[in-house]
């Protein structure tokens, strides 16, 4: 009986969705695929630059300081391997604890606020320079962490606003594929600075030189950023409606103020605990890398010079595997599989360079060092994409990625530890971390995966297939709606 019920409950909710959508369509505006087309298209040549050059001179400010201890920075100040290991966790202490303001992008302009970090975490990058002792590198650390903080946690969430979730993981993967092309940057800068002959010692003029650019993109974010669909100055006025009413769907909810409701339960949904443990294990490569690749190139039996030099063919080969699952996992929706085949990459890296420990075949560790590479940072990509995807309000994607970021980002300060000078030149403690830990995001995500489809095979049953080009309100039900389906 209580079955009979729970099907008639059902059967009347739906009806009465249906009828709601019906007479929320007569009023709705039909954008059609050219107008789509031209949006999008105004959008990539306006947003995804900007963000992405962003995102460049964040991750080439903070991931500069490897590339330094290579140079000279710790020899030069005298620290030893634990004073060193807390310069790199001083950043990311403070990052995890200023991630929250993440949320200040939906309380600023994001041309006001971005342009804001810009200035801020450029002149912290710089003043890195001029350190010359322990406790005044921790400060710059500190301040570089407190305003990248919001940028990097919020970035992804700001795309969100302006592309539908089949446009958005070439967009987010693109942004966060910056990291890897920025680093590639820093390796090929890294090796002309250090090979300059001046007064000045190499490392200083590495933090000088790739700081000062973020300061100079700071007008440039004020003058061309959009704050949102509805006031994007590269539209005319009918395509800002155009824009804002073409995120009406079931993928997407108007920018709005935050709904405590559907925060508080993203931040308790499990599947964005999934996504959170997958973060922390690609995070774990995505900063040990940043920090110790350099270090660990080194450790082949190349000279400083040439390792800075040799990480970057690397650091690029990774953008554009990133770049290739991103257009995959659009085209075709299987995030999970991507992030899989793309960890197993990553472990068969960690593995070469965890059990071969002879210097003559330092090809074979080269080469682990680019699987490791091109494996973990297009799983990190695809992963916030599938996050930002599967949560259907925009408060409750909020939620699921102040998780994500603040309890994922902690396996930074694990990276930090494992590499010690002592460890070199092998670092068999911190490859082998690696290897277990993309190893483990190859189960997670063929486990959520799993989970997704029975879900999205389960509704199919009870309602039939879902249109997906349906344009229709989901804020009340969410991903219970009966047209929501995820992307597996």
């Not at 009986?1 to 039909?30: C, F, P, Q, W, Y």
């Not at 962490?145 to 992804?156: K, Q, R, T």
């Not at 970021?405 to 000078?421: D, E, R, Y």
Request: aromatic residues 14%; glycine residues 8%.
């Amino acid at each position: 009986m209580s079955a009979d019920k729970g099907a008639a409950r059902i059967s009347i909710e739906l009806r009465e969705e249906t009828a709601k959508t019906v007479n929320e369509s007569a009023h709705r505006i039909v954008v059609t695929a050219e107008q789509e087309r031209r949006i999008r298209k105004a959008f990539d040549r306006r947003i995804v630059p900007i963000v992405c050059i962003a995102y460049v001179l964040s991750y080439l400010d903070r991931g500069n300081i490897g590339n330094a201890k290579t140079a000279g920075l710790q020899d030069d100040l005298g620290l030893s391997s634990v004073q060193w290991t807390w310069v790199l966790n001083a950043f990311y202490i403070v990052y995890v604890l200023f991630e929250w303001t993440q949320i200040l992008w939906k309380i600023f302009p994001a041309h006001i606020f971005v342009a804001t970090l810009c200035l801020l975490w450029g002149v912290s990058a710089m003043c890195t320079g001029a350190v010359h002792n322990y406790q005044e590198l921790i400060v710059c650390r500190v301040f570089l962490g407190i305003f990248e903080a919001s940028f990097g946690a919020g970035a992804p969430y700001y795309l969100s606003l302006f592309y539908q979730r089949r446009e958005l993981a070439f967009r987010t993967s693109l942004l966060l594929g910056m990291s890897p092309l920025a680093n590639c940057f820093a390796g090929a800068l890294a090796y002309g600075i250090t090979q300059i002959s001046n007064s000045i010692e190499p490392w200083r003029l590495l933090f000088l030189i790739e700081g000062a650019p973020t300061i100079l993109f700071a007008p440039v974010v004020y003058f061309f950023l959009p704050d949102s669909p509805a006031t994007a100055n590269c539209l005319s006025e009918g395509e800002q409606t155009l824009a804002l009413e073409r995120m009406q769907t079931r993928d997407h909810t108007p920018k709005s103020g935050i709904h405590w409701r559907q925060f508080l339960a993203g931040a308790m949904d499990y599947r964005n605990f999934v996504h959170m443990m997958i973060h922390f294990m690609c995070n774990y490569s995505f900063a040990g890398l940043s920090n110790f690749l350099p270090t660990i190139v080194k450790g082949l039996g190349y000279s400083s010079v040439n390792a800075q030099g040799l990480t970057a063919p690397v650091y690029f080969a990774s953008f554009l595997c990133c770049v290739l699952a991103a257009v995959v996992s659009d085209k075709y929706g299987m995030r999970g599989f991507v992030i899989m085949f793309s960890a197993t990459v990553g472990m068969i890296g960690y593995l070469l360079l965890a059990i071969i420990e002879d210097s003559s075949q330092s090809h074979i560790r080269y080469f682990g060092v680019w699987l490791a590479v091109c494996g973990v940072f297009p799983a990190l990509c695809i992963n916030i994409t599938w996050l930002i995807n599967n949560n259907s309000s925009e408060s409750k994607r909020g939620a699921g990625l102040a998780v994500l970021a603040i309890f994922g980002q902690c396996s930074s300060f694990l990276s930090s530890a494992v590499f010690p000078t002592e460890d070199g030149p092998f670092f068999v403690k911190g490859s082998a971390i690696g290897c277990g830990f993309t190893g483990s995001i190859v189960f997670l995500a063929f486990a959520l995966h799993w989970r997704l489809r029975h879900i999205n095979n389960q509704k199919d049953r009870a309602y039939g297939p879902a249109d997906e080009s349906e344009q229709i309100d989901i804020t009340d039900l969410g991903e219970k709606h009966p047209s929501f389906r995820y992307l597996v």
